[in-house]
């Protein structure tokens, strides 16, 4: 029994660290999921000197679900950078539930399948809000705005826009962010909430932006940098290091400016596809 499937990274438009409201977007950007099963044994992933426990026990989850005793082997292969802040834990989760779900020959809602890569996440310590709003973004594509602590979906729509990604050397995970100083900017995130409820993606990405690097140390030089080049928004993804910006048109001059900051610019855009089984 084999299946396969893929997730889509994605950038952010709220964190959800201070108020559990968070909003992202699927970008085309994505991970790919293989599961091979196989009578008795145990789950296994094979990712040589990489922890394995979130796609193993998104696997797990899903055959626990369908009351099946299977063992097997997950491989996974992602284009992601990897805790950068876009979204990569979620697409692994995300890939692994569906291509789990592939091989058993079986379906579900996906947001019953979202539930269970977000519940493997919180197993595994990856995420401190259960990152609803990323996974939803990853599995759903286009722009999702989403109530974490209850794992509501409030509001999904597609988009048309160019996105381009900032994405410096160092590797910041989420499970090592400062909570308290971001539940300090509670009153902010409150207002961004309301931006995206109301469709302003631009804006709200912004002043996330802005918050969040002032809570947590981070530079907003490439955020100015983005809107002096014409973004619609630019805002910090997730806790970083990694940022986004939206852009409607040429994406030329702001490629030039941010790689003058080092490290490397990715060229994407919104996918409104959302994740798929291959």
């Not at 899903?62 to 284009?79: I, K, P």
């Amino acid at each position: 029994m084999r299946g396969r499937a893929s997730a889509l990274g994605g950038a952010t438009i709220l964190n959800a660290v201070a108020t559990w409201k968070g909003s992202a977007m699927g970008i085309d950007l994505r991970t790919w999921a293989e599961v091979e099963l196989e009578e008795g044994g145990r789950v296994k992933g094979d990712l040589p000197g990489v922890d394995t426990r979130l796609i193993e026990r998104s696997a797990e989850l899903v055959l626990e679900h369908f009351g099946q005793e299977c063992g097997g082997v997950v491989r996974t292969r992602s284009e992601i950078p990897l805790a950068s802040g876009l979204k990569s834990s979620s697409a692994a989760a995300n890939a692994t539930v569906l291509a789990t779900l592939d091989a058993l020959g079986e379906s579900m809602d996906p947001l019953e399948a979202t539930r269970l890569g977000v519940e493997a996440a919180r197993w595994a310590g990856v995420t401190i809000t259960g990152a609803f709003d990323d996974a939803c973004a990853s599995m759903l594509g286009g722009v999702v705005v989403t109530d974490n602590r209850r794992m509501a979906l409030l509001k999904r729509e597609t988009m048309d826009a160019e996105v381009l990604l900032l994405v410096p050397p160092e590797k910041i995970f989420s499970s090592e962010t400062d909570v308290l100083r971001s539940r300090l900017i509670a009153p902010l995130a409150d207002v961004v909430y309301d931006l995206a409820m109301n469709g302003d993606y631009g804006r709200a990405m912004t002043l996330n932006g802005l918050i969040y690097c002032s809570a947590l140390g981070r530079s907003p030089e490439p955020i100015l940098i983005a809107l002096e080049a014409g973004a619609r928004g630019a805002s910090l993804s997730g806790t970083g290091p990694s940022y986004a910006a939206l852009l409607d048109g040429d994406c030329d001059y702001l490629e030039g400016a941010w790689g003058g900051l080092g490290g490397r610019v990715i060229r994407t855009r919104v996918n409104n596809q959302g994740a798929n089984s291959e």
